[in-house]
């Protein structure tokens, strides 16, 4: 166990334009040591507890108190493998977690649900579908005394998707798995995500059919019978799924490499689609999406925009009642996991810095309360390229805190100048700019930006080492 003393949190807090609300952002820098970003996080009476991948390949828990310091960190699941936690649920009435995770045992993958107390202590898990070759977990709801999971599985090879029914001391109540009789090669269907309705489960997955297509499923809660089942035309890749008022939300990446929002109604009807190109040329991801508890039929969208594995921004968007956005926030670095507190208004991100440390970022009942606002810097900034090293492109980005004379220089090791990408006198804010090196040979080039208030009162010099690799 690590114990407090032991983690430095840095604490920063920033204002913006024509705000009353407060941004708070917590960096855990020795936890990256150990810790890959959050993937699931849940409110407690407490705090706030998140699940991860320790870069030990285990699965590991933290949490974190209610001013948002580590009060404990855990190894809670010791198979190996890349898949790590696929859901985590806070009991409030039983004072524990409830943690889904896949992981390696002898050579085999195993799907397990876990039940930990309020400190992270394992109090029961077990193995699911046993009788299978390897099973694999993708997700959970609990719904009074009783657990629903989805996930796939195989035996000779023979691959099935499985829907499934536990007690709350993980005793198997029913299961249907499908289909019914499997062939060799590939799954004919994928659950991927589930939520409860009143009386019934909505699972969004896949069919294997021309080359797959999105599906969406109503389950029972009784049996696990099929109530409705609606073929998409298309195939979609979910991040989140959640149930709303009249329908439910689906959000995630297309095929084009951009975010969606999608609502259907209680029938699987699709009600309005809306995608998103956060940043043009870069792929764009839905992260989660969350109805709002403030009276209106407003949504909260959280999303990532980087290329490739690479995750350089986290927009956060207020969206009405239509999918149609009215406000947009933008962080540098990536949001990996986060939760909306309907009492509070509060919403909490947690991620990494374009850095690589873990951090938290807790968003003071600003999404729902403010108008579009731009980024007020406090001081002059020029970050370190991303990608790098590069091939052929690379983003450079900066701060400027009040209106300057700007000018940004690329140069090679002779000293010469290669390219000028800015020679311009620029409002404060962030700005970000690409500098395609294509026809240059590969080395080290540096970045240099000078900038001067047009007051003349402030200057400000930086240089950034490159390296382009071809």
Partial sequence: MFKKTLFSVMISMFFYLNLNAQIFEYEYPEL???LWSPRY???TESGVAFATMGKDQK???VKLDNDFQVKWSHQVFAGTGQTGPTA?????????FYLGATGLWDNKWRGSLIKLDSIGSVLRETFLLQEMDESFIKDFVISGDS?????SCHKEFKPQAWIACFNKQFQLIWKRKFPDNPKEGLSEKIFDRIVKTENQLIIFGAENINGGQSKIWKFSKTDGSVVWENLLNYYVGAYDLISITDGFLITGLNDESKAFVKKFDNSGNLIWEKEFDFRPGFTSRGNAVFELNDGSDDLILIGNSGEGTAIYKTHVLRLNGDGVPQREKLFLGGTSAGLYDSQTGNL???G??????LRIVILYQDITSVQDEKIQPEKFLLKQNYPNPFNATTTIEYALPMKSSVGLVIYNMMGQVVSELVVDVQEPGLYHTTWNARDLSSGVYFVRISAKSVDGKENFNCIKKMTLMK
Avoid: H, P
């Fill in 352 to 357: 990494a810095t374009q850095e690589g440390i």
């Fill in 147 to 151: 657990i629903f999971a989805i996930g």
């Fill in 41 to 43: 996080m849940v409110k």
């Fill in 32 to 34: 990256e040591q150990y």
């Fill in 348 to 350: 909490i991100l947690g």
């Fill in 88 to 96: 985590l649920v806070w009991s409030e009435s039983e004072n524990c």
């Fill in 59 to 61: 699965v590991w828990m």
